[in-house]
């Protein structure tokens, strides 16, 4: 009988921790509706930003603007945009071995999100700044944070700056990235970034996309001004954005690692079930066996 007490001990443990996870996939999932919603909202107007500069750019010298000027030398600034909370499957691990594979090995970094921070600390690595941004995301929390690495490569003590986060693709599909935020790559703004347009109709989008490269804009006051204007803008929302994309990221991995784990819990309690009705079955049939032989030896 003690052993039918500890697989009763393990199919209440097993249906406790069945209760956990699917609240927490529940929670996951209503937050991750939010997240989806809010970075695919702003996809367009990054696009839109993008067209803009492509133009904007052929109007004034590209090295007179010290965010676009290509530098040599110096040192590698790396923001790191990571969760705060684990339960959200090998999200964390696969961008850390993302910036790994793609970060120079003295590169310093700037986290956003406590888990990489925790383990770029114990690689040994030179963690410049940490920061925390809310849930849901505010624009006002990407402002510093971009204002903070402008200043930091406007010094020169950094000669480039990237942004490594998880992109969202779907539900079920979010991929590491890493790219060059500073300085700003004139040649790529015209391409098409997945993280601006996913979810169109790519055919419509990239006519639409011809037509507005080739528009003829007209700039007040000033080529230059609308420029100065335009880039620190451009790099705010676009850090927002990426940080936009790491919570959807974040909130969908975890609802269905959460998913996985509530399945995997109810297939255990199955199993134990089951074999908890054996042995009840077994032990019930011994007794029986030792009545009916007790009977007998009576007679």
């Given at each position: 009988m003690a052993n039918l007490r500890d697989i009763r001990r393990r199919i209440k443990s097993v249906k406790n921790t069945a209760q956990?996870?699917?609240?927490?996939?529940?929670?996951?999932a209503a937050k991750m509706k939010k997240a989806q919603d809010q970075a695919l909202a702003g996809r367009e107007y990054a696009d839109e930003l993008n067209k803009v500069l492509v133009n904007l750019k052929e109007n004034v010298d590209e090295e007179a603007h010290p965010l676009l000027q290509q530098r040599s030398g110096g040192k590698e600034l790396v923001l790191v945009i990571s969760?705060?909370?684990?339960?959200?499957?090998?999200?964390?691990t696969n961008l850390g071995k993302k910036?790994?594979?793609?970060?120079?090995?003295d590169a310093e970094y700037v986290t956003v999100g406590r888990?990489?921070?925790?383990?770029?600390?114990?690689?040994?690595?030179?963690?410049?700044?940490?920061?925390?941004?809310?849930?849901p995301v505010p624009f006002a929390d990407a402002k510093p944070i971009a204002k903070f690495l402008t200043e930091k490569f406007l010094s020169g003590e950094y000669s480039i700056i990237k942004v490594a986060f998880t992109n969202f693709v779907s539900?079920?599909?979010q991929e590491p990235w890493v790219t060059q935020l500073l300085p700003i790559e004139s040649s790529k703004l015209a391409e098409?970034?997945?993280?601006?347009?996913?979810?169109?109709?790519?055919?419509?989008?990239?006519?639409d996309r011809a037509a507005a490269l080739s528009k003829d804009y007209v700039f007040e006051p000033s080529p230059e001004k609308v420029l100065d204007a335009l880039l620190p803008l451009y790099i705010n929302f676009h850090i927002y954005q990426m940080i936009l994309e790491a919570?959807?990221?974040?909130?969908?991995?975890?609802?269905?690692?959460?998913?996985?784990?509530?399945?995997?819990?109810e297939s255990m309690i199955?199993?134990?079930?089951?074999?908890?009705?054996?042995?009840?079955?077994?032990?019930?049939?011994?007794?029986?066996?030792?009545?009916t032989t007790a009977m007998k030896a009576m007679e």
């Open positions: 956990i996870t699917k609240a927490m996939q529940m929670v996951a969760t705060d909370k684990g339960l959200c499957g090998g999200l964390n910036v790994r594979a793609e970060c120079a090995a888990k990489l921070r925790m383990q770029i600390a114990k690689a040994g690595k030179h963690i410049v700044s940490d920061w925390e941004v809310a849930d539900t079920l599909t098409k970034r997945e993280y601006e347009g996913l979810g169109n109709d790519s055919q419509v989008g990239e006519t919570r959807a990221s974040e909130h969908s991995a975890r609802m269905v690692a959460m998913k996985s784990a509530t399945d995997n819990a199955k199993d134990l079930t089951l074999e908890y009705n054996k042995m009840r079955q077994a032990a019930i049939t011994s007794e029986l066996l030792e009545i």
